[in-house]
């Protein structure tokens, strides 16, 4: 099912989409919403939303605005509003976000931190 709910995004939203051939060693920087559908090495840093697809390997740390993840992430990530993982999403490492939604089916292997909200 992921596959299928990938496939619904409007690409036209997306200011950057990288490719299933596109492959990256080193820090990337998005102003706007993008799509990873490659292979990236190294540190990303987003100012808005954050799509990896589900081909997607990502070997990075990672802090956007919100994530939307459907392939794999080896990295550290911090996400200031919500991190949404369908399924069969795979992170292998630390989590820091304030809202976060995980399919059954998704692996998590690392630590997850989120805020408390004080006023409940």
Do not use: Q
Not at 4 to 29: H, M, P, Q, R, S
Not at 44 to 67: C, F
Not at 80 to 97: C, M, Q, R
Request: charge should be negative; hydrophobic fraction near 40%; charged fraction near 30%.
């Amino acid at each position: 099912m992921p596959r299928d709910d990938f496939d619904k995004i409007d690409e036209e939203y997306y200011n950057t989409i990288l490719d299933e051939d596109f492959e990256f060693k080193g820090n990337i920087k998005f102003e706007f919403a993008s799509i990873i559908k490659g292979h990236i090495e190294g540190k990303i840093d987003s100012k808005d939303k954050l799509v990896i697809g589900p081909n997607a390997v990502v070997e990075a740390d990672i802090t956007a605005r919100s994530l939307e993840c459907f392939g794999k992430i080896n990295g550290n990530v911090i996400i200031d509003d919500d991190a949404y993982f369908h399924s069969p999403a795979v992170l292998i490492g630390s989590l820091k976000t304030n809202f976060l939604t995980f399919e059954k089916g998704c692996v998590l292997n690392g630590m997850v931190e989120m805020k408390i909200n004080k006023n409940k």
